[in-house]
């Protein structure tokens, strides 16, 4: 008999504090740092809090990525990953709301597999459907543009 998994499940977090600028949070057996660069007043242990939410769609576009070329028998190699994000740090700074603080992102996803480029624009549409971090940049108004190419 298959084990069914559960498709809805509450994920719990814990920070603490150690000072205005560093955090350390924790998840499962694991805790990272999250802090600003020092001169922001922080002591430069971690990625901030906005590098930390780009670094997750470098971590979910790769995971996604392999799990949807599994899927499609495509072999994809290993990804590297080019990001640059445009951010409106007005209302980090405490100059005004930002309804989208991150305007736009482009992330360029290298594969150096020997998939096609045919290969990869399948991978790549099928990982923009599960990936969670780039819907959840879609939604929120960010233009997002990621692009697969063969290195």
């Known amino acids: ?14 920070g603490t504090a150690t000072s205005h600028a560093r955090c ?10 999250i802090d600003e660069p020092v001169e922001r007043g922080g002591t430069n242990t971690g990625f ?21 070329a599994d899927k499609l028998g495509v072999d994809i190699g290993h990804l590297s990953f080019e990001m640059e994000v445009d951010f409106d740090r007005r209302g980090v700074l405490l100059t005004e709301e930002v ?26 549409a099928e990982t923009a459907k599960y990936c969670a971090i780039s819907k959840l940049y879609h939604a929120a108004g960010t233009a997002l543009v990621i692009t697969w190419r063969k290195k």
């Not at 069914?4 to 977090?13: N, S």
């Not at 603080?101 to 045919?118: H, K």
């Open 48 to 68: 901030s809090p906005t590098e930390t939410a780009y670094a997750a769609l470098i971590g979910c576009t790769n995971t996604i990525g392999n799990k949807c």
């Open 24 to 33: 350390e949070v924790s998840v499962r057996d694991l805790t990272s740092q």
């Open 99 to 124: 309804e989208v603080p991150f305007t736009a992102i482009r992330l360029a996803v290298t594969a150096d597999g020997p998939a096609s480029q045919e290969d990869l624009d399948r991978v790549a």
């Open 1 to 14: 008999m298959a084990i069914r998994q559960k498709t809805v499940v509450t994920i719990r977090m814990a």
